[in-house]
C-alpha cells in the first residue's frame, strides 16, 4: 500500500499532466467557435452584397423598359399602346407598363385607357412601391417602379415573385429579406416586418447605393450551435488525440525523468 504522501504526489501528477493535455483540447474548441461564428459573419455580409446585386439587376430592367417609353407619355393612349406592349413584352420582368400625365396614369398595357391616381409619396424614394395587396393579383405582390419627368412619366411594374425567385437562389439557411419603405418581401413570403422569418444571428444590413431599398440577412436562432455541434464532431477526435499525445509527453518529460534512479558512484 502506497504511503499517503506518496498517492498524494501521484494525485498531483496526474492532474497536472490532465491540466496539460486539456490545454490544446480547449484551445482548438475555442478556435474553432470563433472560426464557426466568423464564417458566419461573413456568408452573411456577402449574401447580401449579392443580394443587392442581383435585386439591382431586376429593378435595372424595370428602368430600362421606363426609359425607353418615356417618350410616349402623353401620347394618346390607342396611338401609344401598340409600341408600349412591344416593350413591356421585350422584358420578361415587366408585367405591365403605365402612361402617365400629371401624376395620373392613363394609359396600361393591361388595361388600355384607364384612369387612375399615382401618388408620388406612396412610392419610396419617389421611385419604388412594393405593393402587397394590388387589384388585379391580390395574392402576387408586385413592384412599381416610376421614371417621371414632370408632367409625364411612366411606371414599369414586376411580378414580384422575380425578387424571390433571386433570394431562394441563396442556400446555408440564410434569410433574406428586402425591405421598400415598411414593406417587406422574402424568399417565401411578404409583409410586415414582424412577420419576416427569424433572422436573429449575425444579423447585418446593407442599402443599395443605387435604388435605396435594403437588403436584411442573417440566420435563425440556434443555427451557430448547430454548425458549432457539426464542426466539433469532426474535430473532437483529433483534438482529443493531440491531447493524449500532449499529456503523454508532458507526464514523459516531467515526472518519468526525474524518477530514473541514479547510476551508482564507483
Known amino acids: 500500500m502506497a504511503p499517503p504522501r506518496l498517492a498524494g504526489r501521484s494525485l498531483l501528477e496526474f492532474l497536472l499532466t490532465l491540466l496539460i493535455g486539456l490545454a490544446p483540447v480547449a484551445c482548438g474548441l475555442l478556435v474553432l467557435s470563433l472560426q464557426v461564428e466568423r ?28 426609359g425607353a417609353v418615356l417618350g410616349l407619355a402623353g401620347q394618346r393612349c390607342e396611338n401609344a399602346l401598340p409600341t408600349l406592349r412591344q416593350q413591356a413584352f421585350k422584358q420578361p420582368n415587366v408585367r405591365s407598363l403605365v402612361l402617365v400625365r400629371e401624376n395620373r396614369g392613363y394609359c396600361s398595357t393591361l388595361l388600355g385607357d384607364f384612369d ?32 417621371q419627368e414632370y408632367p409625364h412619366g411612366i411606371v414599369a411594374i414586376s411580378d414580384a415573385r422575380a425578387l424571390q425567385s433571386e433570394l431562394q437562389g441563396f442556400k446555408d439557411s440564410i434569410v433574406l429579406a428586402l425591405q421598400f419603405g415598411a414593406d417587406y418581401i422574402w424568399a417565401t413570403g411578404s409583409g410586415s416586418a414582424g412577420q419576416i422569418p427569424n433572422h436573429e444571428e ?65
Open 39 to 66: 464564417k458566419q459573419e461573413e456568408t452573411a455580409e456577402l449574401s447580401a452584397v449579392e443580394a443587392i446585386y442581383v435585386i439591382d439587376r431586376v429593378i435595372d430592367t424595370l428602368h430600362d423598359a421606363a
Open 116 to 147: 387612375a391616381a399615382v401618388d408620388p409619396g406612396t412610392y419610396f424614394n419617389q421611385r419604388l412601391r412594393l405593393d402587397l395587396r394590388n387589384e388585379i393579383t391580390p395574392d402576387v405582390p408586385v413592384l412599381h417602379y416610376r421614371l
Open 202 to 266: 449575425d444579423r447585418t444590413r446593407m442599402i443599395s447605393e443605387k435604388y435605396g431599398y435594403t437588403v436584411h440577412a442573417g440566420y435563425p436562432n440556434g443555427h451557430t450551435r448547430q454548425m458549432l455541434s457539426q464542426a466539433m464532431a469532426s474535430t473532437a477526435p483529433s483534438l482529443l488525440l493531440v491531447g493524449i499525445i500532449t499529456s503523454a509527453v508532458a507526464y514523459w518529460g516531467l515526472f518519468r525523468q526525474r524518477r530514473r534512479p541514479s547510476s551508482p558512484t564507483v
